[in-house]
Nanobody, 123 residues
Framework: VQLVESGGGLVQAGASLRLSCAAS????????MGWFRQAPGKEREFVAAISRLGGNTIYADSVKGRFTISRANAKNTVYLQMNSLKAEDTFVYSCAAGTSAGVGKNPEWYDYWGQGTQVTVSS
């Protein structure tokens, strides 16, 4: 499966952005999906994940209550709604697809990755 992110950009603190991740192929509902973020020279950081049919979601503590992950299987797309953005949310955000059941926080749990989209929040 190929994953392509979009929706990043430069915003001021307190603003909102919605990231999208479009997947190729016909079996999108077979994949649990996750969002991760990474700064240059730093390790990838878990943000949120959603199960195959959307019934289970998990979040990093740093984004809980501000970010929402959702998916539209008919559109082969997963979203990350980001509200109340802070300067410390500035990262490259990437989506990932995993074939295992459930949801995972560990990058090794995922099998496919997108190239990422830059989110920059100015204070």
């Amino acid at each position: 499966v190929q994953l392509v992110e979009s929706g990043g950009g430069l915003v001021q603190a307190g603003a909102s952005l919605r990231l999208s991740c479009a997947a190729s192929g016909r079996t999108f509902s077979s994949y649990a999906m996750g969002w991760f973020r990474q700064a240059p020279g730093k390790e990838r950081e878990f943000v949120a994940a959603i199960s195959r049919l959307g019934g289970n979601t998990i979040y990093a503590d740093s984004v809980k209550g501000r970010f929402t992950i959702s998916r539209a299987n008919a559109k082969n797309t997963v979203y990350l709604q980001m509200n109340s953005l802070k300067a410390e949310d500035t990262f490259v955000y990437s989506c990932a697809a995993g074939t295992s059941a459930g949801v995972g926080k560990n990058p090794e749990w995922y099998d496919y990755w997108g190239q990422g989209t830059q989110v920059t929040v100015s204070s």
